[in-house]
């Protein structure tokens, strides 16, 4: 049932203020879809509840800390809503748009007085709850309405926006923007980074009218939201690539005309940080770079040199100096080079054609010098294509052997967990598997519908949807993301048929909030996202 906006504010604003001054009532109550379940993500923490309170001014608001992420507060001084997110008490509007004025009924007759009736029994002095819902868990009310069709709504918040759950979907749990003015080619497949302020930096090719290459920095929110489109324009470049550090955006690039490498910092709404600073100088470009952050927050690039040798170098973002280069660590001929950071050190994955077999891996400290010599990484004649600790004690990595694209998951010593599973035939595109933050970890391919899949922390598969991102027969997968810690994700797919390309906000779900009437006295709303979200369960009267 849909009810407008306006009706919508008004019950929101009465209920809340219902909750604020009764609370919840005994009419009113808290379960999940198992009620008995010891699970903690099906009971709402005493610490998080009640989720809705009242304060006087601004400055009696308490502070907002991870235990009150979620909270709503009622400001009586101004007649607005705080919530707690982000570690920050944000405002929070309910107020829709008014509609617009109806017309003057006639006036009816005046009827005869009636007797006075008795007194009835008093209703429930709350008909709104709210709580901090985890995934998977729900939220019921109950009343004493007796109607098999109550005027029930749900709300959830989310980046200090209150909107009605039905909106989830697609404002949040899937949605796609198409990345125009891009040159994609081998030089440029665009990519997607996490900023460290929880917005996304999407890096794509420019070439207006121009013969020389340059690059293009777009930033969104991590709903897909245009925050500011050419925050930053990187002229004259060939090859370019970026990964978010603790002052913003480091990115690495060649000048167009040299193979020599520079690296620049910039803010994460566009301004330069650091000045471009030269890297390396090589006899010959190398358009495939691996990018990660290690423990001490240096950056290490991968990379193959001149000669066909694995090669390294650590940079700091922070102090735009060169921590060490390495232009042969260890000897290959393909350009696929990845890293793994663990603590204090970093794994240098390589493929090496000479040996059989022949994938590789070293073992470098954070400052560059040898830590554990090459040997066999334990995965065959297969091409490393990505690798990425995907949790404190898990390491995953994607080959490819004939155009099949297959993921092993290790432990930290590359002792196997899982075997090589084969995920994708014919296909060649791939990136680094990607840690969701929430135990979970993803993999992404082309075909000719480009598809991602899930595994938990054991390797096992989760979901799987052949059609998650836009793609097509010509497409090419370019770069995914994480979106925060609790299970979303970005991915760009460029169709090199029709010169475009799209980047898509998903969550390896179908990614709703139901809201249900489940009998005469009951609704509830389910969380079926994948993060947990603030939600106003409440019952027009």
């Known amino acids: ?140 009310l109950t009343h004493n309405l007796n109607s098999m069709t ?36 081998g030089y440029y497949r665009p990519q997607v980074v996490s900023l460290s302020n929880g917005n996304v930096a999407v890096l794509r090719g420019d070439w207006p009218e121009q013969a020389t290459h340059s690059a293009a920095v777009d930033i969104y929110s991590d709903e897909g939201e245009i925050v500011k489109l050419n925050a930053k324009v990187l002229p004259a470049l060939n090859t370019v690539r970026g990964i978010a550090v603790s002052n913003g955006l480091l990115v690495i690039y060649e000048p167009s005309g040299t193979t020599d490498e520079y690296f620049t910092v910039i803010s994460n709404d566009g301004v330069t940080v650091i000045a471009p600073t030269i890297f390396a100088t090589s006899p010959g470009n190398n358009r495939i770079k691996d990018l990660k952050k290690l423990s001490n927050g240096h950056v290490v690039v991968a990379e ?95 080959t490819s052997s004939f155009n099949n694209l297959s993921s092993t998951l290790f432990d930290l010593n590359l002792n196997v967990i899982r075997a090589t599973t084969k995920y994708s035939p014919l296909s060649a595109d791939s990136a680094s598997p990607i840690s969701l933050g929430n135990g979970n970890w993803t993999v992404c391919s082309t075909r000719s519908e480009g ?16 059609d998650l991102f836009a793609s097509s027969a010509s497409a090419d997968f370019s770069a995914v993301a994480a979106l925060g810690n609790q299970g979303r994700f970005a991915v760009v797919s460029h169709d090199d048929g029709n010169d475009t390309g799209v980047v898509n906000f998903l969550q390896p779900s179908a ?12 609704v509830r709303v389910v969380n079926r996202t994948v993060e947990s979200l603030s939600i106003v369960l409440g019952i027009n009267q």
């Open 304 to 398: 193959q040199a001149g000669g066909n040798a694995a090669a390294f170098h650590i940079l700091d973002p922070i102090n735009g100096m060169v921590v060490a280069s390495n232009n042969s660590a260890a000897t290959s001929s393909d350009a696929r080079t990845n890293t793994v950071p663990l603590d204090g050190k970093f794994m240098l994955f390589f493929t090496d054609v000479a040996l059989v077999p022949n994938t590789r891996v070293a073992i470098f400290n954070n400052d560059g010098t040898p830590n554990t010599a090459a040997a066999s990484a334990g995965l065959g004649n297969e091409t490393i294509l990505g690798s990425e600790r995907i949790a404190s004690d898990r390491i995953a990595v994607v």
């Open 451 to 466: 598809y991602c899949i899930s595994f938990d922390r054991e390797g096992n598969e989760i979901f799987r949807n052949g």
């Open 1 to 140: 049932m849909k009810y407008p906006i306006n009706s919508i504010r008004a019950a929101t604003s009465q209920l809340l203020m219902a909750s604020i001054l009764f609370s919840c009532s005994a009419h009113s109550k808290t379960t999940c879809s198992n009620p008995d379940a010891a699970d903690a993500a099906c009971k709402l923490d005493a610490r998080r509840t009640p989720v809705f309170s009242g304060a006087s001014a601004e400055a009696d608001i308490p502070q907002c800390t991870a235990e009150r992420e979620g909270n709503v507060y009622y400001v009586k001084a101004t007649g607005g809503f705080k919530v707690c997110s982000e570690g920050v008490n944000k405002d929070v509007s309910v107020v829709g748009a008014q509609g617009p004025q109806g017309p003057q009924g006639p006036a009816g007759e005046a009827g005869t007085a009636g007797s006075n009736g008795t007194d009835g029994t008093n209703g429930p002095a709350d008909l709104s709850i709210a709580g901090v819902i985890a995934p998977g868990a729900s939220l019921s």
């Open 511 to 522: 990614g709703r909030l139901d809201l249900e009437v489940l009998d005469a006295n009951t």
């Open 150 to 185: 109550p005027a029930a709504f749900a709300l959830f918040a989310r980046n200090g926006r209150l909107r009605s759950v039905s909106q989830y979907k697609n404002d949040v749990g899937r949605k796609a923007i198409v990345v125009s003015g891009a040159d994609w080619d």
